[in-house]
Each structure stands twice: as C-alpha cells, then as structure tokens.
T-cell receptor
C-alpha cells in the first residue's frame, strides 16, 4: 500500500486566502484523523472521522476551519480565511479500530 | 493543561551513551504508544504497551508501562546517530474512543 497520501506537501499563502489540504487514507481504514503540529503546542488533534462521519471536532480552533470526508478515500481540511497563526504542519492519519495510527508526510503551511 | 508530560524536552548526547525518556500523567490509559518522527515526515509507531508493568524490547530500545498505567518510559542503550529524532508518547483512554492524546515530545540528538 502507498500509505497515507497528503497534498500539497508545502503551501505558502497570504493572509485572508482560502487554503485546502487534502488527504487520501490507507485503503480499508475506517478512521481518519487531522492533526496540527507546532513548536509551541506540539501535536494537536483537530478532528476525526469514522466511516466518513465526523465523530469529534472539539479540537477545531474556530469557525474558519472546516473538514469534510465525502467518501472513504478522500478528506479535506479547509481554512478560510487563513491567518499567520495558522502556520503549522498539518498531518492526516488513518487507522482501523485499533490504536495504531498511520501518519501521512504532512503539509507545511505558511501564511504570510 | 497537558495530559501527558514528557521529559526531557530536549536531549543531546554522544554516540554510545544510554538515555531514558519519560512520559507521565495523572490519568489512566488503556494503552500507550511511542512514536518516532524524523524531520519532514509524520510520526511512525514504534510500540504499543497495554498491560500495567509491561516491558517491550525493540533491539536497543526498551519500553515500559507503569503498573498503574499512568506513565511510561523509553530507554535506549548505546545510542546511535540514527536514533536522532522526535520521540512522542501517546495515550488512549477507554472513554475517548479512537482518540489519542500526544505528549509534547522529546527531541533527541545523538552526536557521532
């Protein structure tokens, strides 16, 4: 299997622009997680899905952030409008109903 | 409030030295995992411990889960430059479904 695929790997945008991050989980995995990693706050869970349904979005910072999973092989995390404080590495991870999560390579977002 | 406290945050040692990284909490976890993350990549699972007092070995790495399932340690014997990376502990709680809580990480540098 190719593992979790994320795109883009790097994104540089200006404050106020819309940003869309994409994730393709490992085939057969029914859990999908979005994390954000910064030096200050470490790795934070933003939201996770089970069978394409959002289960826990309590980590989503504010209304500017939204996530969707239209089918079992694709998810998006959207930030609109983006702000400099959103600069971070965003990871997608997937799993079956075990504790083992498989992480993608991440998207490094820089908001100027 | 950080649910999982890791120490030390930074560790720089010489090749061949031994080291121990700690992961502590006041909460009980059903299982605890250790991940290693290298620059530009996502975390990769090293081990999962599920039983209080459990010890697992992975070559030169020894992982221990505390008897009360509130803490864990990672011991590396004769560290090598290839061990350099960010080590993260993550706990799963029975009441949190598939959600993992990550510690802030320990950045280990092994100098040749």
């Amino acid at each position: 299997d190719a593992g979790v695929i994320q795109s883009p790997r790097h994104e540089v945008t200006e404050m106020g622009q819309e940003v869309t991050l994409r994730c393709k989980p490992i085939s057969g995995h029914d859990y999908l997680f979005w994390y954000r990693q910064t030096m200050m706050r470490g790795l934070e869970l933003l939201i996770y899905f089970n069978n394409n349904v959002p289960i826990d979005d309590s980590g989503m910072p504010e209304d500017r952030f939204s996530a969707k999973m239209p089918n079992a092989s694709f998810s998006t995390l959207k930030i609109q409008p983006s702000e400099p404080r959103d600069s971070a590495v965003y990871f997608c991870a997937s799993s079956t109903y075990t504790d083992t999560q498989y992480f993608g390579p991440g998207t490094r977002l820089t908001v100027l | 409030t950080q649910l999982l406290e890791q120490s030390p945050q930074f560790l720089s040692i010489q090749e061949g030295e031994n080291l121990t990284v700690y992961c502590n909490s006041s909460s009980v976890f059903s299982s605890l995992q250790w991940y290693r993350q290298e620059p530009g990549e996502g975390p990769v699972l090293l081990v999962t411990v599920v039983t209080g007092g459990e010890v697992k070995k992975l070559k030169r790495l020894t992982f221990q889960f505390g008897d009360a399932r509130k803490d864990s340690s990672l011991h590396i014997t004769a560290a090598q430059p290839g061990d350099t990376g960010l080590y993260l502990c993550a706990g799963a709680r029975e009441t949190s479904g598939s959600r993992l809580t990550f510690g802030e990480g320990t950045q280990l540098t092994v100098n040749p």
